[in-house]
């Protein structure tokens, strides 16, 4: 079962992806791609709290799950893919190893610099770039915050 949805959200593992997304897809598997996540026990143990007692949860670094993304995409595993921002996404995608997949924007809040584009949708010009690179390199970029909430293309986010 290749992997059911890749997603930029902050606060990664927690109920709009395990409940709202969850309730959809039905996945068995959560994979945490970040580098500082990845070497953090204490960290791990926190976001496996908010994963559904019967699904598994891996950690992998940039390089880990760039190594990882066939094995996940062939597992028969239903998996969710989840980067705290867009830069960890789009070192995923870079060479075309996300080409022809959509990545959702989840969650991504207001700090300073970062200018409201939908309710849970802050983007300074660096996100902006980012998503400019994804879309470079062959992914669909869509944010959306639930599944049967209307999602915004990629394009459409950028000023």
């Known amino acids: 079962m290749p992997i059911a949805l890749l997603r930029v959200d902050e606060r990664l593992i927690h109920?709009?992806?395990t409940v709202g997304w969850g309730g959809r897809l039905?996945?068995?598997?959560?994979?945490v791609v970040d580098d500082r996540i990845r070497e953090s026990s204490w960290e791990q143990d926190l976001h496996r709290l908010g994963a559904p007692p019967e699904a598994s949860t891996d950690f992998a670094s940039v390089a880990e799950a760039r190594d990882r993304l066939q094995e996940w995409e062939g597992s028969s595993e239903v998996t969710i893919l989840l980067?705290?921002?867009?830069?960890?996404m789009l070192e995923?995608?870079?060479g075309g190893l996300l080409r022809g997949r959509?990545?959702?924007l989840g969650g991504i809040h207001h700090s300073p610099?970062?200018?409201k584009v939908l309710p849970y949708l802050f983007l300074d010009a660096a996100d902006?770039?980012?998503i400019t690179a994804l879309l470079a390199?062959?992914?669909?970029?869509?944010?959306?915050?639930?599944?049967?909430?209307?999602g915004t293309e990629g394009d459409r986010l950028l000023r």
């Open 92 to 94: 995923l995608a870079r």
């Open 15 to 17: 109920g709009q992806v």
């Open 26 to 31: 039905h996945p068995t598997h959560y994979v």
């Open 102 to 104: 959509g990545v959702n």
């Open 113 to 115: 610099g970062r200018r």
């Open 137 to 150: 390199e062959g992914v669909e970029v869509t944010a959306q915050d639930l599944p049967g909430s209307p």
């Open 128 to 130: 902006e770039e980012r």
């Open 83 to 88: 980067t705290r921002d867009l830069q960890t």
